[in-house]
């Protein structure tokens, strides 16, 4: 009798993980998303006009060719300018850098060709046809989801395309559902969604969007991985069933 309790005990175990689920934010039930290249808001569009525009918080280099003293970052110099070990100007609170020699300047919400040109119109006061050249440090996408290494790209161009940031990426995993790729950009307040199915072989061009400095790709997961993770979780109970089962047959 003692035996039989125990499988019984066993087998209530075993229903309660069928039971369990695994949530996963990642996966997202067939028929939520709207793939088609027409359901792209008008945001996601190609556009050859685009500009980065300074913003808060930003690491701004600034070099002028054999003006070291002027220089924060100098990309002409002999030392490291990148984010990690570099020297850079972070963009405070209200939209300013100070500059040597120049103080205090106002640069959130400018273009990076528009803060080079009043550069150099404020050292020519100093130099003569001065060389300047500004870059900004954090221009950054964040990949997440099914790929092999989720993690936040570095842009040293003004954008780049939806498959070469999967490539930076390492590509996708096995569980990754490229049908449901979502891209989040902010746009001033609101934030604006493009659903991407990369499995059709239709309109690629405009699947494969151009993606901006602030956006976040998130790649999900197909709905069978949470199922093989239930899986996982039943089949050793029912190697241990069948063992208690063999014992209590041979008592």
């Not at 030392?79 to 209200?94: F, I, Q």
Request: aromatic share 8%.
């Amino acid at each position: 009798m003692k035996q039989f309790h125990l499988i019984i005990s066993l087998l209530m175990a075993g229903f309660l993980l069928q039971s369990c689920t695994v949530t996963n934010m990642l996966t997202e039930p067939d028929g939520k998303a709207d793939n088609s290249v027409a359901a792209l808001d008008s945001v996601f569009y190609d556009n050859p006009d685009y500009q980065y525009h300074i913003q808060v918080d930003d690491k701004v280099n600034i070099s002028v060719w054999q003006q070291d003293e002027l220089s924060i970052g100098s990309v002409y110099g002999i030392y490291n300018s990148n984010e990690v070990y570099g020297k850079w100007l972070l963009v405070d609170r209200n939209g300013n850098i100070e500059v040597p020699r120049l103080g205090t300047m106002k640069i959130e919400h400018m273009t990076v060709v528009a803060l080079k040109d009043s550069l150099s119109a404020r050292f020519e006061e100093w130099l003569v046809n001065p060389i300047v050249d500004v870059k900004i440090m954090n221009k950054e996408i964040s990949v997440l989801g099914e790929v092999r290494n989720p993690q936040v790209v570095t842009l040293d161009t003004e954008q780049a395309r939806l498959l070469d940031i999967i490539a930076r990426a390492n590509g996708f995993e096995f569980y990754a559902d490229i049908k449901r790729i979502k891209v989040m950009r902010q746009v001033g307040q609101n934030v604006h969604v493009a659903n991407i199915n990369l499995k059709q072989g239709d309109a690629y061009l405009k699947r494969n969007i151009a993606l901006y400095p602030g956006d976040v790709v998130i790649v999900p997961a197909k709905n069978s991985k949470r199922l093989d993770r239930q899986l996982s979780n039943i089949i050793p109970f029912t190697s241990v069933a069948t063992a208690v089962a063999i014992l209590f047959n041979a008592l």
